[in-house]
């Protein structure tokens, strides 16, 4: 699976931002969708994640009521819509597929394959 996210920028607090991902060389649904950070100097972190069908959701504590994930098997393509972002939501966003029967995992290494990130900088 071939990922390219986009929809990074800057952005004031308190603004939002939509990030997509989308997929290109096998068969999208067969895939959980995940997006990870990492921020300069910090490990890459687990953000939120989707299971195959968009049933169900998975989201890190930092991020919960404030992001929101979500995909369209028929355009292969997964979304982050991020709002009321923070400065500390400062981080280069990476998507990322894994098998589908591991559901919406926060578990970087359940991951097959990874996008290139783009970056999203909020500015306070």
């Known amino acids: 699976v071939q990922l390219q996210a986009s929809g990074g920028g800057l952005v004031q607090a308190g603004g939002s931002l939509r990030l997509s991902c989308a997929a290109s060389g096998r068969t999208f649904s067969n895939y959980a969708m995940g997006w990870f950070r990492q921020a300069p100097g910090k490990e890459r972190e687990f953000v939120a994640a989707?299971?195959?069908?968009?049933?169900?959701?998975n989201y890190a504590d930092s991020v919960k009521g404030r992001f929101t994930i979500s995909r369209d098997n028929a355009k292969n393509t997964v979304y982050l819509q991020m709002n009321s972002l923070k400065p500390e939501d400062t981080a280069v966003y990476y998507c990322a597929a894994a098998p589908r029967g591991w559901g919406p995992s926060p578990t970087r290494d359940k991951y097959d394959y990874w996008g290139h990130g783009t970056l999203v900088t909020v500015s306070s």
């Open positions: 989707i299971s195959w069908s968009g049933g169900s959701t």
